[in-house]
Nanobody
């Protein structure tokens, strides 16, 4: 069993930055895809960025060049550095993990989810 615990959300003005953290607890198996999804009110959950067990990353077009994934293996923690935030980035952000060699785009493919952390960007 895997538990994911997110932190780091908050409120920021447009152009600002936030860093989200996702700490993974439980199963020591290393072959997981792990990443971030977000859901704004009235919208479907969408992928933001993922990292596979080899360290390969994928980013949604809307965040490329602004968001960066990194990982601290010693702490089993994934980070999402979010820069140049815009009001369109406002959403609940969820960390997710699944046993995949190549990270799928669909949220339905991920078995484990954190509780979510709110990011609010004001103009």
């Amino acid at each position: 069993q895997v538990q994911l615990v997110e932190s780091g959300g908050g409120s920021v003005q447009a152009g600002g930055s936030l860093r989200l953290s996702c700490a993974r607890h439980g199963d020591a198996y290393s072959g997981y895809c792990i990443g971030w999804f977000r859901q704004a009110p009235g919208k479907e959950r969408e992928g933001v960025a993922t990292m596979d067990s080899r360290g390969n990353t994928n980013y949604a077009d809307s965040v490329k060049g602004r968001f960066t994934l990194s990982k601290d293996n010693a702490k089993n923690t994934l980070y999402l550095q979010m820069d140049s935030l815009t009001p369109e980035d406002t959403a609940m952000y969820y960390c997710a993990a699944g046993r995949w060699w190549d990270c799928p785009e669909s949220a339905d493919k991920y078995n484990y989810w954190g509780q979510g952390t709110q990011v609010t960007v004001s103009s």
